[in-house]
Nanobody, 127 residues
Framework: QVQLVESGGGLVQAGGSLRLSCAAS????????MGWFRQAPGKEREFVTS????????YYADSVKGRFTISRDNAKNTVYLQMNSLKAEDTAVYYC????????????????????WGQGTLVTVSS
């Protein structure tokens, strides 16, 4: 099973940018679709974005479309989340997750069961 470690969180002003990284262990990373989720204080965890195994297909929640970009580098076993034009409502703990090997990023966006989660990284956007 793949293990995930997020990094890159921190404090940023509204309108600023931040890039999160999620490093995966194992040699089969390229077989996992990947996603990012977030959980704001007092709220349920929600889907943010996902990406197919090859990176050719991406999916976004409406709330981040046009501001956030997911990408992956299979040679580095890493998935990224570039966040631009950040808003106070983007404040949350961000988690990366891996879908079952061979499944799709679309499945992640639709709430399919996930294989692994990272420990999360906190993003705080000050207004």
């Amino acid at each position: 099973q793949v293990q995930l470690v997020e990094s890159g969180g921190g404090l940023v002003q509204a309108g600023g940018s931040l890039r999160l990284s999620c490093a995966a262990s194992g040699r089969t990373f390229r077989s996992y679709p990947m996603g990012w989720f977030r959980q704001a204080p007092g709220k349920e965890r929600e889907f943010v974005t996902s990406i197919s195994t090859t990176g050719g297909s991406t999916y976004y929640a409406d709330s981040v479309k046009g501001r956030f970009t997911i990408s992956r580098d299979n040679a580095k076993n890493t998935v990224y989340l570039q966040m631009n034009s950040l808003k106070a409502e983007d404040t949350a703990v961000y988690y990366c997750a891996a879908g079952p090997p061979g499944s799709s990023g679309l499945g992640i966006s639709r709430g399919n069961t996930l294989d692994a989660w990272g420990q999360g990284t906190l993003v705080t956007v000050s207004s």
